[in-house]
C-alpha cells in the first residue's frame, strides 16, 4: 500500500485547509485510517483517526469542533477538512493506515510521506 498526501500549505489564521490522503497498491487490506502531525522538535501526534467504515471517529482535544475526518472507500482517499486553523496547527501532517491481514514481513501499518501546513498569525 502507498500512500500520498496532498492539500497542505501556508493559510491565515482563521483559514481552513482540507488534506487528502490517497491509496493505492492493495487496498482491500486497509482498516483504520488517521491523520498524524508533528511540529518542530516535537513528537508526532494523533491528530484524528476513521474506523474501517468511517463509523467510528476520534479527535485529539485541540482539534476538536474545528477538524473533521472522513473518508471514501470507492476513491481509497482519506480528508482532514480544517477549519478555524490556528498557528499552533502548523506542523507536516501525515497519513497512517493500519493493514489486515498482515505479517511481520509485510507491515501491519503504512506511513505517508507528510503534507506541510503552515498557518501564519
Known sequence: VRLVESGGGL???GGSLRLSCVASGSTFSIK??????????????????ITSGGGSTNYADDVKGRFTISRD??????YLQMNSLKPEDTAVYYCYVTLAPCTPYSGCSRWGQGTQVTVSS
Open 11 to 13: 493559510v491565515q489564521a
Open 73 to 78: 472507500n470507492v476513491k481509497n482517499t482519506m
Open 32 to 49: 483504520g485510517m488517521g491523520w498524524y502531525r508533528q511540529a518542530p522538535g516535537m513528537e508526532r501526534e494523533l491528530v484524528a483517526a
